[in-house]
């Protein structure tokens, strides 16, 4: 499989702004790839203002990821600020070629910045079965969150998008690829770059690790799109000389 990440700077509270600008980068992919991966809350960067920017599910935003999976013909993902039920979640959207949509309410809000106080956690994970491959997409903080994200469902690919400061980003690097090796699966880290209008900065570090730990994509500094491809052959090989996952605990979620 060939994922595409999409590092960008996002511009504050704008989404046609940002849609625009991130129609620019998806264009510019010249190779086909199955799977194009955005930050979090790429229309509007980490705001705490979600009644600047939300839209529900048939919302401008929407359509366009739609628009993007169809004209590229491949999958497109990233989180975007929805309003549901009057309530408001940070929703990661995985939306296939088709146009059709599944979707993951962010279960760990950042309470540092108060995310919790605006926004209504998720409860459940979500696996994505495509193209041979099951994925499994999270959302920045839910890193922090080893027992979430443990690989019961034996998934094939961890995926986080996120918006991560600079000053931690030790940290970002460290957990992705702890998250790697506890899984014995991809792991794929999407972050933005540039300030927000919080005077947070950020550097990216958008990389991709292997089921050792290894990086097949190592942490990226600059704008750009990064390809890279996945084989799942070399990963169930490993993973079934090694065993390790045979080993895990059992556990419930409460």
């Known amino acids: 499989?060939?994922?595409a990440l999409i590092q960008?700077?996002?511009?504050?509270?704008n989404p046609s702004e940002n849609r625009a600008s991130l129609t620019e980068r998806i264009n510019s992919i010249s190779q086909y790839v199955d799977l194009i991966v955005?930050?979090?809350?790429?229309?509007?960067?980490f705001t705490m203002h979600p009644e600047k920017v939300a839209e529900n599910m048939q919302g401008e935003t929407v359509l366009w990821l739609q628009e993007m999976a169809r004209s590229k013909n491949c999958a497109i993902t990233g989180s975007l600020v929805i309003l549901e039920n009057r309530m408001y979640y940070n929703r990661l959207l995985f939306v296939f070629p088709s146009g059709e949509i599944q979707h993951y309410d962010k279960r760990h809000l950042f309470t540092l910045a108060g995310e919790n106080k605006v926004y209504t956690s998720g409860s459940d994970k979500m696996i994505v079965n495509y193209k041979g491959f099951k994925i499994?997409?999270?959302?920045?903080?839910?890193?922090?969150?080893?027992?979430?994200?443990?690989?019961?469902?034996?998934y094939d690919v961890l995926l986080y998008v996120a918006n991560w400061p600079k000053i931690r980003t030790n940290a970002w690097d460290i957990l992705l690829k702890a998250r790697a090796v506890e899984n014995m699966s991809y792991v794929i880290g999407v972050n933005r770059i540039g300030k927000d209008d919080n005077q947070h900065?950020?550097?990216?570090h958008s990389q991709a690790v292997d089921f050792l730990g290894n990086y097949t994509l190592e942490p990226q500094e600059n704008e750009g799109v990064f390809i890279v491809e996945l084989n799942k052959?070399?990963?169930?090989?490993?993973?079934?000389?090694?065993?390790?996952l045979d080993d895990k605990d059992d556990f419930k979620m409460l």
Not at 8 to 13: H, P
Not at 38 to 45: A, C, D, I, K, Q
Not at 233 to 244: G, I, N, Q
């Open 1 to 3: 499989m060939k994922i």
């Open 8 to 13: 960008s700077s996002l511009t504050w509270e």
């Open 38 to 45: 955005l930050p979090e809350m790429f229309t509007s960067g």
């Open 136 to 154: 499994c997409p999270l959302i920045c903080y839910d890193l922090r969150f080893p027992v979430f994200s443990r690989n019961v469902e034996t």
């Open 201 to 204: 900065e950020y550097i990216g």
């Open 233 to 244: 052959e070399a990963m169930l090989e490993t993973r079934s000389k090694l065993a390790f």
